[in-house]
């Protein structure tokens, strides 16, 4: 029953990056230009990334999404594939939900609500990278 319940409660963890992976790669110019912003902030670190570097790079990103959801629904280093999703949550969540850059209170309020929403799903990877291997 257990085990059950771990591979209907990894699917459903995964289900959002898997269709946000697979949207993204099929079509990846509104997220480059959602990333923009991000890209250009962290070109105050070092050098600026390329038109088609930034491209590449929410590719990469996108491709993540989909690999590591796919180990996580079929339960194959779900512990490794939680994190990898993690990672792939912040930049994801950073360029597409930067509410305090939004003055319309409806604009506002909802990229507040998915920055949430992402908060949440980060610790619930969190929460299942660290579980222990012993009930899965």
């Known amino acids: 029953m257990i085990s059950i319940v771990n591979s209907v409660a990894r699917s459903m963890l995964a289900a959002v990056?898997?269709?946000?992976?697979?949207d993204t790669l099929r079509n990846p110019k509104p997220r480059v230009e959602l990333a923009k912003s991000l890209f250009d902030k962290t070109a105050k670190f070092g050098a600026p990334i390329s038109d088609a570097n930034q491209e590449n790079l929410v590719d990469l990103n996108a491709a993540v999404m989909v690999s590591?959801?796919?180990?996580?629904?079929?339960?194959?280093?779900?512990?490794?594939?939680?994190?990898?999703?993690?990672?792939?949550?912040?930049?994801?969540?950073?360029?597409?939900h930067a509410y305090w850059e939004h003055d319309?209170?409806?604009?506002?309020?909802a990229h507040k609500v998915q920055l949430l929403k992402n908060a949440s799903a980060l610790g619930g990877l969190v929460l299942y990278a660290g579980r222990s291997g012993k009930s899965r």
Request: no cysteine; net charge positive; aromatic share 4%.
């Open 17 to 22: 990056f898997i269709w946000g992976g697979i």
């Open 68 to 96: 590591a959801g796919a180990l996580l629904v079929l339960g194959k280093t779900p512990r490794l594939a939680s994190l990898a999703l993690a990672g792939s949550m912040v930049p994801t969540t950073l360029a597409g």
């Open 104 to 109: 319309d209170p409806r604009t506002r309020s």
